[in-house]
């Protein structure tokens, strides 16, 4: 019986399909024990279900059908067969940190939006400690506030061609914001020509927003933000917060129509403080 099994018997043994195994047979991998000549019928021995195993073990780890033919057949050798192996451990560890890579960006998009869902009708300074945060900068030649609609969709383009040039994953790029600095802000001399979008930390050409307390105020466009700015100021003094550095305009949320012309997006302004302990505005 187990040394003359039909194909449909050999493949139920081993959760398998016919078509599979006949497709086996078709590429060279495996062939049945032996073939009626004259009903064309074919017959497996149930010892064969050990190259099946080695097959479906080797699939698992995404081994072509011809590697797989390579790996039980020629590679005699354990150095050729690491070698191999070797290989498609790289590749398969490239694809989890890809992978790893996408699931943090949803989550960075997950977060974006319970911020918007949260503080979409927020209307004063909050403060909070934020960790600190590997960023790509990217100088341009036009300060911000004072770009056409038209104009800020170029200057993204440019930087988005610099991450793809980069081989930074591209999902980093819903979080783009600018930063002005802590001169001009307190000047209020509104002048950004610094991009920057998170990134991984392990990658090699950021520089980090520092960790620490960050007076932060929301608004849903740019037109909106450059008002709200003096506002913001106004409302640090008033509150009695010292600056220590750097303004942040972080988009944390956009979802945009198919047939919109303009970003939907809302914005978290943010800058790095502390509690004055005179009563001095510096």
């Known amino acids: 019986m187990f040394a003359k099994m039909k194909i ?7 959760n398998i399909s016919v078509q599979t195994l006949r ?69 398969l560890l490239e694809q989890r940190a890809a992978l790893d890579q996408q699931l943090e960006d949803i989550d960075s998009f997950q977060e974006g939006a319970l911020i918007f869902q949260e503080k979409k009708n927020q209307t004063e300074i909050e403060v909070a400690h934020f960790p600190a945060r590997p960023v790509l900068t990217y100088p341009i030649d036009k300060n911000i506030y004072e770009m056409s609609d ?41 002048v950004s020509q610094e991009l920057f979008i998170f990134t991984p930390s392990h990658f090699k050409h950021t520089e980090s927003l520092k960790s620490g307390l960050y007076a932060t105020f929301y608004c849903h466009s740019f037109k909106e933000e450059l008002p709200a700015l003096s506002q913001f100021k106004a409302a640090l003094q008033q509150e009695n917060y010292q600056i220590v550095g750097d303004y942040v305009c972080e988009v944390v949320y956009e979802k945009n129509k198919t047939d919109a012309m303009n970003r939907r997006m809302f914005i978290r302004m943010q800058i790095p403080v502390k509690k004055r302990v005179e009563n001095l505005w510096k």
């Open 8 to 14: 449909g018997h050999f493949a139920k043994y081993n």
């Open 23 to 91: 497709y086996y047979e078709q590429i060279d991998l495996l062939h049945p024990a032996y073939i009626d000549e004259e009903s064309n019928y074919r017959y497996y021995h149930i010892n064969q279900s050990a190259a099946v195993d080695n097959i479906q073990f080797l699939k698992q780890f995404n081994f072509s059908l011809e590697e797989i033919k390579h790996i039980m057949n020629d590679t005699e050798g354990l150095a050729e067969l690491s070698h191999t192996v070797e290989r498609k451990k790289e590749e």
């Open 150 to 190: 038209e104009e800020y969709e170029y200057y993204l383009r440019a930087f988005k061609n610099h991450v793809s040039q980069l081989k930074m994953p591209i999902g980093r790029f819903n979080r783009v914001g600018s930063i002005m600095s802590k001169k001009q802000f307190l000047a209020e001399d509104f």
